[in-house]
């Protein structure tokens, strides 16, 4: 759908966008074509779409993937959904909260990949909780704030890296990715947006007993990033046994959480998962 049949659709049907929700719609069709080829779709291929909208991105997917799931909240836009779609035999709507969904984790998208342009809103914790569960999706393909597209390809040193790169980090590769001006939206965001390809790890980084340690370490040192890690992580594990595992892994004591990298985290994990946690 072009920015006019947005604009039209939207009046007809009497429909005030909410501001809450999150509710832009993309219109620019070569941004729309660009992420559905970085999501090298097969006619083989379960596709996920959480916050369909109006369908734009929607009408794309079918046209290649061998199936679409639209997850959509607002019941008036999966009314128009079902207009459009509803009689496609690879298509299936769902009217319910995403975060509910992957919150409640009785789901399975393992065998799935997500291509959305997510709710600004919802979109780092859902993907945050869809990474850290068993059913998380073969690959993401997500439009999100640029910002937020940053922060999870960020590198140790930056002042962007932090707890969103190591928590979908642990999970997830990123991939290819690109901009997408503000003005590719109606209506207009304050900001530029950016979609990023993230591909689950075959070969995980730490057993999923060990994946809670992991993010109770991130969480701790990054909630006083300034400090120094090894003071930080002695009010949880004992002393001996954080300085142990700092020279093992040759880490300088006075070394803060943002120049410790994402593989030096998860040895970390595993050795202080040896020693007994205090409450």
Known sequence: MNLSEIRNLLRE???LLTRSLGQTFMHDQNQLRKIVGLAKLTAADHVIE??????????????????VTAIETDRRLVKLLDERFG???????????AMKIVRKS?????KHKLVANLPYSIASPLLIDLAESQGRPRAMIVTLQLEVVL???AKPGTKEYGVLALLIGLHYAPGEWFTIPRGSFYPEPNVDSGCIELLRRETPLLP????????KIVKRVFAERRKKMMKLLKRDWPEAAVVEAFDALGLD?????????????????QRLSRAKIDE
């Open 151 to 153: 922060r999870m390809l």
């Open 208 to 215: 999923p007993e060990l994946c809670p340690v992991f993010k």
């Open 13 to 15: 049907e009497d429909i």
């Open 50 to 67: 959480i916050g369909p909208g109006l369908g734009s991105l929607t009408g794309l997917l079918l046209q290649t993937a061998g199936h």
């Open 87 to 97: 009689e496609r035999g690879n298509f299936t709507l769902q009217h319910a909260d």
């Open 253 to 269: 004591e006075k070394i803060r959480a943002e120049r410790v990298t994402l593989e030096q985290f998860a040895e970390l994990t």
């Open 106 to 110: 009785e789901f399975d998208w393992s």
